[in-house]
């Protein structure tokens, strides 16, 4: 199975699916994308007119979405590597909801403060900003009492979630810190101690320094 990554490894989305690749250990062909460059921003919507990375193709595949990507790859390579969502329909309820819950209401308000910050002070917009903030407050409540039964998110083994997870507290802790929430700060720690961060990091840290130095 030829798979095709489209995706940019400082896109916290991209970074979930990478880390569920590496977890599994499944092969793929990256493709590189920039869409803060327009002429590949255009030359992408070709392929996919909503312009969200990642993107997975490959001979009839054409999966776009982070979570529908990951579910692809536990149902096609359910005995390889890490199992990112566990069989039982139970534990695998509770992976799906800290999954849409890390993607809604942390990872979707952080990149809102990111790209806020990003704009001229003119087009900033402090009011969704603070309401970004109070969201990521909501989340990190949730995530300290969810953490402080369960090591990991949603269950005792590294799962979907915790894919998930990684990107928004990577830069959150910067942009809105968790420093003083133990729980989530002492899983952060974990989760800098995966093999697949560690892996991620030596193409993000680069990647990172480049966009810092513009
Ligand atoms: N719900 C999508 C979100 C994908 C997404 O928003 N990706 C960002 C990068 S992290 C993106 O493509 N942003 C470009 C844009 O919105 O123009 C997923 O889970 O994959």
Redesign the pocket.
């Known amino acids: 199975m030829n798979l095709k990554l489209h995706y940019?490894v400082a896109?916290?989305?991209?970074q979930k699916v990478l880390l569920a690749f590496f977890e599994k250990g499944v092969e793929f062909t990256p493709v590189s994308i920039s869409?803060f460059d327009p002429a590949a921003r255009a030359e992408y919507q070709k392929l996919y007119p909503l312009?969200?990375?990642?993107l997975l193709t490959g001979e009839e595949i054409f999966i776009?979405?982070?979570?529908i990507i990951i579910e692809f790859l536990e149902d096609e390579f359910p005995h390889s590597g890490t199992k990112l969502i566990p069989d039982e329909k139970t534990a695998a309820r509770r992976v799906r909801f800290k999954d849409r819950v890390t993607?809604l209401y942390l990872n979707n308000p952080v990149?809102e403060i990111f790209f806020d910050s990003l704009k001229p002070k003119e087009q900033r917009n402090p009011e969704a900003v603070a309401k970004a903030r109070n969201t990521i407050d909501v989340a990190y409540g949730y995530m300290e009492e969810s953490l402080s039964k369960n090591p990991l998110a949603g269950s005792t083994e590294f799962n979907m979630a915790d894919c998930a997870a990684f990107a928004p507290l990577f830069y959150a802790q910067k942009i809105h810190p968790f420093a003083q929430h133990k729980h989530i700060n002492a899983y952060f720690g974990r989760l800098m101690a995966r093999p697949s961060v560690t892996r991620l990091m030596v193409e993000l840290l680069p990647a990172l320094e480049k966009f810092n130095s513009k």
Do not use: V
């Open positions: 940019n896109s916290t989305y991209s869409l312009a969200k990375i990642p776009p979405e982070s979570t993607d990149a």
